[in-house]
């Protein structure tokens, strides 16, 4: 059985009706979700400032450890360096010096590199710069490469150092200790700038000569000393510290220095090799070894007092976070109180109007409702009224009692409308089907009066069958509008006469085949219902499955009642399609439904007479790809057939085929059993109930001479095999009498010769 889109068509429905959540959940939803959000809020905020305390502990355990060696080892690349500058231009007592001085380096370098074990990016690039250094010392010995290369090399490591603190402890969590941080990195790098200025007028030694390039690095450093003094260092200083720093620059030396600075700027001469400074440098060396001192001093100072903020800082964090999460646990125990008496509180208020409603909807108003469907009229006064309440509970029930009236009024006006729409269908179906009886009687007696015309009896036949699709579209319009489809039957019909009939019905009845046909019957009031049901199921099976296919019908008992399978070759179909079709099956579906399926209610009549006759109609997957469909009819629509023989076997004789000649026996005269004759184009005729007995003087003579159809073949039984298999080797059991009526061997006999045609066209059509 094939549906009646094949697959891949979309549109179907799969609507879920959402959970309903209780009010009491909603409620601890409402704490509950801003609860776990301030939750949320508070753990990642304590998380946050727990990770940045211990990052500051972090880095100030670093600073400890590591930045005093680092700063160390700074002080004295930069006295080395200018030293080595000395001795490249020649100062007395430079050698001995620099051995001193290459010493103090080495020893801060061994110290450094033991506490800065970490190969991290800062600290790795100082290491490397390190490496060189034994190096550039043996070219500052050898006087080679140039003095300018050997000095740029200490200033890069230098520099590294610097950048090295600079990366280290530069606490970018925290605005104030990242403020000071920077302060002691800028009083880091004016330090430096005053100590090139110290090594520049070393390399100028007693001849206080200097080429271009390095008065040029002097007055950069001069000018870049002095800007970070000014700009990014003083502005920062705490008030004792820049008081400390106002003692400095206040002192003799660091006059002196400021003077001697002036003084080579304004005063230098140029002379062919570069640059000439003033006799004022001479006393250079001496200030800056006094201020250079007070200046080292009040940096360390305030890096140990970086050091301290940062402790400080630490323990205020983790302060701040015991605060936090005290006052987010005083405050949640507050929540949970509120939400637990504003609970019960609005839940005592809504019980009332809970019990009311509760008895509103399950018991007054379906009574109305059914009452309303079943056309009878209904009390006023057992519905909800609206009191006009001005609270918020009274409002609602007010809402209810209008949502209950305008339900009312809306099934009140749908049971009219369908009720009048159900007899408007009524009526026009029972017009329409008088007409097409009508109709068909004209056929037949057409059929009746021009049966010995093989082509106009075909084309009779042909509109016979059109006719006979005409009243089964005409009957499910009856069944859908509530109405019954007549039943003429007053015998049982046994289920291969009910299996015949419904194939007649279909257009393209001769696909159609027929297997292990029980012997058995169904009562006469549901006969039709029952033909009608499977007709339907095998036309849509004949429609959707592919031209030259069979389609299948089978029945047999079982423990349930009788089962009737239809099986066709139709295209594949989705398990989200069937379960669509099914429940098609079982529901009854309302008029909007069915004016949106108009073209495709064949579903619905089937399942409308299925629930009728209290069947079960499944439609699934065939092993054949295509679709089956099980009717299973209850037991109590079932009889026994009249004259059936016994199951169990019995030893008869068996009885030859019947012959064509021989007069075939009937049915029990009240039986009106409806079979399919075929003619000789291979038609089925109109069936036909078998008439009642009437006197001998009320029937007219036949005719004397008309046409006759030609006998059956008679088959003869084991002409097809070898002479010496034809007789048993040993007795067997008789089979039981063959009790087919002749119409059922004209039957089979149609559909073989129908079968070789088909063949013999298939083989034509391969043969070259």
């Given at each position: 059985m094939s549906p009646m889109e094949p697959e891949g068509v979309q549109g179907q429905s799969t609507t879920r009706r959402r959970r309903t959540v209780r009010l009491r959940t909603l409620l601890i939803w409402l704490a509950v979700l801003p609860t776990v959000a301030m939750g949320t809020q508070v753990a990642v905020t304590a998380g946050r400032l727990i990770e940045q305390s211990e990052q500051l502990r972090a880095d100030v355990a670093v600073s400890e450890r590591v930045g005093a060696p680092l700063y160390t080892l700074m002080v004295d690349i930069q006295a080395e360096r200018t030293v080595t500058a000395?001795?490249?231009?020649?100062?007395?007592?430079?050698?001995e010096e620099l051995s001193n001085r290459r010493e103090a380096t080495d020893r801060a370098t061994a110290a450094f590199r033991g506490l800065a074990a970490d190969p991290n990016a800062s600290f790795g690039e100082v290491n490397r710069r390190l490496e060189g250094l034994a190096a550039y010392r043996q070219r500052a010995d050898a006087h080679t490469g140039g003095a300018d290369g050997t000095l740029a090399y200490?200033?890069?490591?230098?520099?590294?150092?610097?950048?090295?603190?600079?990366?280290?402890?530069?606490?970018?969590?925290?605005?104030?200790?990242?403020?000071?941080?920077?302060?002691?990195?800028?009083?880091?790098?004016?330090?430096?700038?005053?100590?090139?200025?110290?090594t520049i007028l070393a390399l100028a030694g007693p001849s206080r000569e200097l080429n271009s390039a390095g008065f040029d690095q002097f007055i950069s450093a001069l000018g870049a000393h002095r800007y970070l003094y000014e700009t990014w260092v003083v502005p920062t200083l705490p008030e004792e510290d820049r008081r400390f720093y106002e003692r400095i620059t206040a002192t003799q030396d660091w006059q002196t220095k400021i003077r001697i600075e002036n003084a080579i700027v304004s005063k230098h001469t140029d002379i062919a090799s570069g640059i000439r400074l003033p006799a004022e440098v001479d006393g250079w060396r001496s200030a800056h070894e006094n201020f250079s001192v007070q200046m080292a001093t009040l940096n360390v100072d305030r890096a140990r007092k970086v050091l301290t903020r940062g402790e400080d800082k630490a323990a205020e964090l983790e302060t701040e976070v015991a605060w936090l999460i005290g006052g987010s646990g005083g405050g949640l125990l507050v929540v949970v109180v509120v939400v637990v008496f504003t609970t019960r509180s609005v839940l005592r208020r809504l019980h009332d109007l809970h019990e009311r409603t509760v008895t509103v909807a399950e018991e007054t108003l379906p009574d109305v409702v059914a009452r309303l469907q079943r056309g009878q009229s209904?009390?006023?006064?057992?519905?909800?009224?609206?009191?006009?309440?001005?609270?918020?509970?009274?409002?609602?029930?007010?809402?209810?009692a209008r949502a209950v009236a305008v339900s009312v009024d809306g099934h009140r006006q749908l049971a009219a409308e369908r009720h009048g729409f159900g007899l408007f269908a009524t009526g026009i179906a029972s017009r329409t089907g008088n007409l097409v009886s009508r109709q068909l009687s004209l056929t037949e007696d057409l059929q009746d009066a021009f049966g010995h015309d093989e082509e106009l009896l075909a084309q009779l036949m042909r509109a016979d069958q059109l006719t006979v699709g005409m009243r089964r579209q005409i009957e499910n319009l009856l069944i859908l509008a509530g109405g019954e489809v007549p039943d003429p039957h007053s015998e049982p019909m046994r289920i291969a006469d009910l299996l015949r009939e419904a194939a007649a019905e279909v257009e393209d009845f001769r696909r159609i085949e027929r297997q292990a046909l029980d012997e058995t019957s169904v009562e006469p009031r549901v006969i039709s219902q029952i033909s009608h049901l499977l007709a339907e199921l095998l036309d849509n099976a004949t429609r959707f499955s592919p031209p030259r296919s069979k389609v299948v019908i089978r029945a047999e008992m079982v423990a349930d009642g009788l089962s009737v399978e239809i099986e066709d070759r139709g295209p594949r179909v989705t398990p989200e399609r069937y379960e669509e079709m099914n429940g098609r099956l079982h529901e009854a579906p309302p008029y909007s439904v069915l004016a949106q399926n108009a073209h495709r209610l064949g579903l619905f009549v089937v399942g409308h007479l299925a629930d009728q006759l209290r069947a079960t109609v499944t439609l699934r997957r065939s092993v054949y790809g295509g679709t089956a469909a099980v009717v299973i009819l209850p037991r109590e629509l079932l009889v026994a057939t009249e004259g059936e023989p016994p199951r169990e076997p019995t030893a008869e004789p068996a009885a030859p085929a019947p012959s064509a000649a021989a007069p075939a026996p009937r049915l029990p005269e009240e039986r009106k059993a409806e079979l399919v004759l075929h003619t000789g184009a291979g038609l089925p005729s109109r069936r036909t109930t078998v008439p009642a007995p009437v006197p001998e003087s009320a029937v007219r003579p036949a005719p004397a001479a008309g046409p006759t159809r030609p006998a059956l073949p008679e088959r003869v039984p084991q002409t097809h095999i070898a002479e010496r298999l034809r007789a048993p080797s040993a007795p067997e059991t008789a089979v039981r009498q063959d009790t087919a009526t002749p119409e059922e061997v004209a039957d089979a006999w149609a559909d073989y010769e129908h079968g070789t045609q088909t063949v013999d066209e298939e083989l034509r059509r391969d043969q070259p």
């Open positions: 000395s001795l490249w231009a020649g100062a007395a007592g430079a050698e200490y200033t890069g490591a230098i520099g590294a150092v610097i950048q090295a603190y600079q990366q280290e402890f530069n606490h970018a969590e925290d605005a104030e200790l990242g403020r000071d941080s920077r302060s002691v990195v800028s009083m880091l790098s004016a330090t430096e700038m005053v100590a090139r200025e110290d209904i009390d006023v006064g057992v519905l909800p009224e609206v009191r006009g309440d001005r609270d918020e509970v009274g409002r609602i029930s007010d809402a209810f």
